[in-house]
């Protein structure tokens, strides 16, 4: 079974500070891909960040960054210089034979 | 481009009666995908498609009906309706796989 794990429900950060959102998952498959989305108030789902697992660079985007641990099947999100935009629930998930796996979620506020 | 399309944003039906959620996207993906989010839960998958004709069940497919005639569209039929499936439904679809996965707005559905 695929499974996705966010240990944080609620996290908070001042704004312009720095936060890691932490997300472990459980696979067997060695042909994966990881996503951050992130899911405002508005209800739109968003992708922040996408890892493809064969590759050991970690990913960038702008203020966002992951740290993938392979081995320890770790993909935690890294949020530089906060923003009051920011806020906003963001899930973990990854994709493997067609289908995506999705975690709880962690629900961030950036707090001015 | 309009992206991932849904109709209707809310619904109100009663249990038992049956109703079809629509899905339409105009980017050419060839994947697409309904979930379910419920509170604490993150999105489950229902049923997903990897090209016209060609559906498959997820996590929690029971009590709903696909099927994907056209590359653009991809309807969710619920057939008898239960309070259980009280929920926010979202479609999502992707080029290929491993790609990002573009969501729709969301359904809001509620079943008295």
């Known amino acids: 079974a695929q499974t996705v794990t966010q240990s944080q429900p609620e996290m908070s950060v001042q704004e312009a500070e720095t936060v890691t959102l932490s997300c472990t998952y459980d696979t067997s498959e060695s042909n994966y891909y990881l996503f951050w989305y992130k899911q405002p108030p508005s209800r739109q789902m968003i992708l922040v960040i996408r890892?493809?697992?064969?590759?050991?660079q970690n990913a960038t985007e702008n203020r966002f960054s992951v740290n993938f641990q392979k081995a320890a099947k770790s993909f935690s999100l890294k949020i530089s210089d906060s923003q009051l935009g920011d806020t906003a629930m963001y899930f973990c998930?990854?994709?493997?034979?067609?289908?995506?796996?999705f975690g709880t979620g962690t629900s961030l506020t950036v707090i001015p | 481009n309009a992206g991932v399309t849904q109709t209707p944003k809310f619904q109100v039906l009663k249990t038992g009666q049956s109703m079809t959620l629509q899905c339409a996207q105009d980017m050419n993906h060839e994947y697409m995908s309904w979930y379910r989010q419920d509170p604490g839960m993150g999105l489950r998958l229902i049923h997903y498609?990897?090209?016209?004709?060609?559906?498959d069940q997820g996590e929690v497919p029971n009590g709903y009906n696909v099927s994907r005639s056209t590359t653009e569209d991809f309807p969710l039929r619920l057939l008898s309706a239960a309070p259980s499936q009280t929920s926010v439904y979202f479609c999502a679809s992707s080029y290929g796989y491993g790609d990002t996965q573009y969501f729709g707005p969301g359904t809001r559905l509620t079943v008295l």
């Open positions: 998930a990854f994709m493997t034979g067609n289908q995506f796996y």
């Open positions: 890892q493809e697992a064969y590759k050991q």
């Open positions: 498609s990897v090209g016209a004709g060609i559906t």
